[in-house]
């Protein structure tokens, strides 16, 4: 007999198209539900969230009993479509199958953050870490999400940055700690140290973003204005929904006194956010202004 998963996931790596006709064939043939959760997975990848969902609910419906794969994949379908409450309860689904599956758990610390839950978040990395054997990868990403939870949300950067250190000891290829580590070195106006850090990530992992957009930041506080536009390019390629690179670079062109470029990409700020009246006069007075 076949192995499903096996095939499927070796499929998928090449191309989900190919891997979601795989299961879709294999359902039409035997009529075999197992099928259909990777079907589910293969719309998950490709982003169509309500057929993921409905593919798992028919699974179920027809007697697969894959709970974990099943819920997992449903539970972050719904994570996807923004409801919350109904993604939770996947996750603990699973989590009364199977206490300690890592993906179930880490969705649902990555809901307690979306809620605002932030000492709840950080618990739970806790309670796993102390109850469930944790590989170093593992052990340090856990690290890592307590490190940012504490720098962005509970505002207590010398915890942070004990949990930082903490997951780069247990994994030197932690990209998203070294990241932290800049950001809080770049909160102390460390800049030059801060760079450092977000050099070290870039050369764990080149596409995040948000490390060419902190040595973008830390060059223009040391008034590097040659580097900064490059950097924040690079950012925005990177990561083109984040509005702070977007304005960044507005700003920039701005210092630069390309006006024109700089109003086209405020008003995308403005886009987002049409509730900014700082930028919002300011493009009024940039409009008026005689060196457009």
């Known amino acids: 007999m076949e192995n499903i998963e096996e095939i499927f996931n070796e499929i998928l790596v090449y191309d989900v198209q190919e891997a979601l006709k795989y299961s879709s064939d ?106 469930f054997e944790c590989d170093n990868n593992q052990l340090a990403d856990l690290k890592c999400i307590i490190g940012w939870t504490y720098l962005v949300n509970l505002h207590n950067p010398e915890i942070a940055k004990e949990a930082f250190i903490e997951s780069i000891e247990a994994n030197a290829n932690c990209a998203r700690s070294y990241t932290g580590l800049g950001v809080y070195e770049a909160n102390y106006k460390r800049f030059d140290e801060a760079i450092s850090y977000f050099y070290k990530a870039i050369e764990i992992n080149e596409n995040d973003g948000e490390n060419y957009f902190g040595i973008a930041i830390c060059n223009k506080e040391l008034k590097n204005f040659d580097v900064v536009e490059e950097y924040l390019v690079k950012a925005n390629s990177l990561e083109p929904e984040d509005n702070r690179i977007i304005e960044e670079y507005a700003f920039e062109l701005l210092r630069q006194g390309r006006n024109k470029d700089a109003i086209e990409y405020f008003k995308e700020v403005l886009r987002e956010n049409p509730n900014n009246i700082e930028i919002k006069n300011l493009i009024i007075e940039l409009e008026k202004s005689d060196d457009i």
Do not use: W
């Not at 109904?86 to 649902?108: D, H, I």
């Open 26 to 131: 294999g359902f039409k043939r035997s009529g075999n539900p197992e099928y259909l959760i990777y079907t589910a997975h293969g719309y998950l990848v490709q982003g169509f969230y309500e057929d993921a969902i409905a593919a798992v609910d028919l699974a179920f419906e027809l007697g697969c009993d894959y709970v974990v794969y099943g819920y997992n994949v449903k539970g972050e379908a719904l994570l996807s479509l923004g409801l919350y409450l109904e993604s939770r309860r996947c996750f603990e689904r699973v989590l009364k199958e199977e206490p300690e599956q890592y993906l179930a758990n880490t969705f649902l610390i990555e809901l307690d953050i979306r809620e605002g839950l932030y000492e709840d978040a950080v618990n739970r990395c806790v309670d796993y870490m102390e109850n």
